[in-house]
């Protein structure tokens, strides 16, 4: 069983930057990738970008290549998302997810562990 808990939202004007922590409980969290995904109200969760468990490669969107960068730190149990040059059309709840598979997964189904997602808004 792994918990995770999202911080660091809030709001910021466009152009500026954002970084998400999340903390994962338990002693395993290394044998997971995480990803980060976003839902904005009335739209479906999208994903955002992932990170592997031990590499630690790294896949985006397109919609935040270049902008949002992922990391983890394994012995503080945590993942980032570092988020710069932000857009209004970036504001959503933010969730953080862990998923015991080794290949690269974007969509939610294959994630088996969610935090409860921390709000970001950007505002123009």
């Known amino acids: 069983q792994v918990q995770l808990v999202e911080s660091g939202g809030g709001l910021v004007q466009a152009g500026g930057s954002l970084r998400l922590s999340c903390a994962a409980s338990g002693r395993t969290f290394s044998t997971y990738a995480m990803a980060w995904f976003r839902q904005a109200p009335g739209k479906e969760r999208e994903f955002v970008g992932t990170?592997?468990?031990?590499?630690?490669?790294?896949s985006y969107a397109d919609s935040v290549k270049g902008r949002f960068t992922i990391s983890r730190d394994n012995a503080k149990n945590t993942v980032y998302l570092q988020m710069n040059s932000l857009k209004p059309e970036d504001t959503a709840v933010y969730y953080c997810a862990a998923s015991r598979s080794i290949v690269v997964r974007t969509t939610p189904e294959w994630y088996d562990y969610w935090g409860q997602g921390t709000q970001v808004t950007v505002s123009s």
């Open positions: 990170i592997s468990r031990s590499v630690g490669s790294t």
